[in-house]
């Protein structure tokens, strides 16, 4: 068993019988026996030795097996949501390359070609390019992007960017 030193100190705040005088008691850690913690086996078995019982173990296993098993579905649509997002960044990275190869082109021949399509991996791209209504030396860019998940569900993205004729 452990032990503490504690100072017995009366109520004018002096420890002891005089002013330097000090009065050491020893006491067990933990306080009085009936004050330290028992297990709950040691409750049901009317056991005082410390330790775990293997009933509270299975209780803890059981506890523990709900809570993984809550949370394993939790873990799926985390993956899905993340394999989702790459797309979406990859999809985002094809509309941006086709945009910057429209800026490096002129204005002439921009409009010369105003549809197409390409694939690149698992994604379609599509391009529309058309002179904005009423802006002279104004074009619309329209790029969407097609995709299917693992599911073999389809996902669209949008891109939309405007140039203007070089003056």
């Not at 452990?2 to 004018?12: E, Q």
């Not at 097996?65 to 094809?94: K, Y």
């Not at 995709?147 to 993205?157: I, L, M, P, Y």
């Amino acid at each position: 068993m452990r032990y503490a030193l504690y100072h017995d100190v009366n109520a004018d705040g002096l420890c002891g019988y005089g002013p330097r005088r000090h009065r050491s008691v020893r006491r067990p850690l933990g306080g009085h026996r009936s004050q330290r913690r028992r297990s709950l086996g040691m409750y049901l078995l009317g056991h005082d030795q410390k330790g775990l019982t293997l009933v509270e173990i299975m209780v803890a296993m059981i506890i523990l097996a709900i809570a993984l098993a809550w949370l394993a579905p939790l873990l799926v649509i985390a993956m899905r949501g993340n394999r989702f997002g790459g797309d979406l960044t990859e999809a985002s990275t094809l509309a941006q390359d086709k945009i910057e190869e429209f800026r490096n082109v002129s204005y002439s021949t921009l409009l010369a070609s105003p549809a197409g399509q390409d694939t690149v991996g698992k994604m379609m791209r599509n391009w529309a390019i058309a002179e904005e209504g009423g802006q002279d030396g104004l074009a619309r860019i329209v790029i969407t992007i097609h995709w299917q998940d693992d599911k073999g569900h389809d996902h669209q993205a949008e891109f939309v960017t405007m140039q203007a004729r070089a003056m």
